[in-house]
Antibody
Framework: QVQLQESGPGLVKPSGTLSLTCAVSGGSISSSNWWSWVRQPPGKGLEWIGEIYHSGSTNYNPSLKSRVTISVDKSKNQFSLKLSSVTAADTAVYYC???????????????????WGKGTTVTVSS | SSELTQDPAVSVALGQTVRITCQGDSLRSYYASWYQQKPGQAPVLVIYGKNNRPSGIPDRFSGSSSGNTASLTITGAQAEDEADYYCNSRDSSGNHLFGGGTKLTVL
């Protein structure tokens, strides 16, 4: 079964760039799925950051779009997140997740994020 | 609006039935997916589509939808169901949305 594992520095300085990688195992990143990044500030809810398809197509949260870059490395079966100009507000647990394609049934669309990494904590502090 | 609204907290007596709701305009076009998150753990998908459960999710979890409201129902709540629950959809631009989460307490 597919498993995801986030990795990257746990501490980033203010104004710096947060860089994380999500390794995909047990399956191919070139499957018919999108691959997402989601974060959760301490004590708060989930926030979608963005997603990427194996072709390199991306979608980003409009509120973060100017600072986010998501890329894919098919040779390593992994995808990555870069978030620039970070502040303390970017302190969070960062998750990667497999996002299924959009389907339609009984006149409604639906999709789901069915596989999640365990998450990695990133603290922005000097 | 491009938001999903959930009640912050809900409680249920052990063995009783509880409904957790999620409201938003996007739910007129999308079925919500629902995630359970226990402290210190990653979210787990519990319901998706019209009313589908991933393998391993107990059948006491069910989903429904009407108008701009999606509901997650737990029939016969167990102590291990105490967790935060999040609904998820997309807005008209295709951006993912999460509700603010509902903290479920099993009494």
């Amino acid at each position: 079964q597919v498993q995801l594992q986030e990795s990257g520095p746990g501490l980033v300085k203010p104004s710096g760039t947060l860089s994380l990688t999500c390794a995909v195992s047990g399956g191919s990143i070139s499957s018919s799925n999108w691959w997402s990044w989601v974060r959760q500030p301490p004590g708060k809810g989930l926030e979608w950051i963005g997603e990427i398809y194996h072709s390199g197509s991306t979608n980003y949260n409009p509120s973060l779009k100017s600072r986010v870059t998501i890329s894919v490395d098919k040779s390593k079966n992994q995808f990555s997140l870069k978030l620039s100009s970070v502040t303390a507000a970017d302190t969070a647990v960062y998750y990667c997740a497999r996002t299924g394609p959009i389907s339609v049934t009984t006149g409604y669309y639906y999709y789901y994020m069915d596989v999640w990494g365990k998450g990695t904590t990133v603290t922005v502090s000097s | 609006s491009s938001e999903l609204t959930q009640d912050p907290a809900v409680s249920v007596a052990l063995g009783q039935t509880v409904r957790i709701t999620c409201q938003g305009d996007s739910l007129r076009s999308y079925y919500a997916s629902w995630y359970q998150q226990k402290p210190g753990q990653a979210p787990v998908l519990v319901i998706y589509g019209k009313n589908n459960r991933p393998s391993g999710i107990p059948d006491r979890f069910s989903g429904s939808s009407s108008g701009n409201t999606a509901s997650l129902t737990i029939t016969g709540a167990q102590a291990e169901d105490e967790a935060d629950y999040y609904c998820n959809s997309r807005d008209s631009s295709g951006n993912h949305l999460f509700g603010g989460g509902t903290k479920l307490t099993v009494l």
